[in-house]
């Protein structure tokens, strides 16, 4: 059902990837200049995207299975995007050398948490369902 903690755990990581991003900012340049995810379209259809996903992962509460497995694949989103603020941020350029990172940069780690925990607690609802079609 909608009410039940993992709905929790995706709505959380939901709000974390619509709304965080257009607070803080991803990273600051050489210049002090801030960059948001609003600024880069990669960025933003990653984030919106994620929050997208975690929205359709709660409306998906009567099927166990396929909640786990579009969790499971923005578990894969995230790392993605994190892997590319890895890299991003190890790349950098000459003049960007005093480049600082940021807090959004943070956002995907957050993400995958409660998205981990959303999977534990279905997986957690699955086998009580189980047991109790074992008991009748």
């Not at 259809?45 to 497995?69: D, P």
């Not at 956002?107 to 086998?127: G, H, T």
Request: charged content about 15%.
């Amino acid at each position: 059902m909608i009410q039940r903690i993992q709905t929790v755990y995706l709505f959380l990581g939901a709000l974390l990837a619509a709304v965080l991003p257009f607070i803080f900012s991803l990273w600051s340049d050489a210049n002090g200049k801030e960059v948001m995810a609003a600024a880069q379209p990669f960025y933003l259809f990653a984030f919106l995207g994620s929050a997208a996903l975690s929205l359709v992962a709660i409306f998906l509460f009567k099927n166990r299975q396929l909640q786990t497995v579009i969790n499971r694949l923005h578990i894969i989103l995230n790392f993605i995007l994190l892997g590319v603020f890895v890299y991003r941020s190890l790349t950098v350029s000459g003049d960007e050398a005093l480049s600082e990172k940021g807090i959004g940069m943070l956002i995907p780690i957050c993400s995958i948490v409660f998205l981990v925990l959303a999977n534990r607690a279905i997986r957690e609802d699955e086998l009580l369902v189980k047991s109790a079609d074992r008991l009748r």
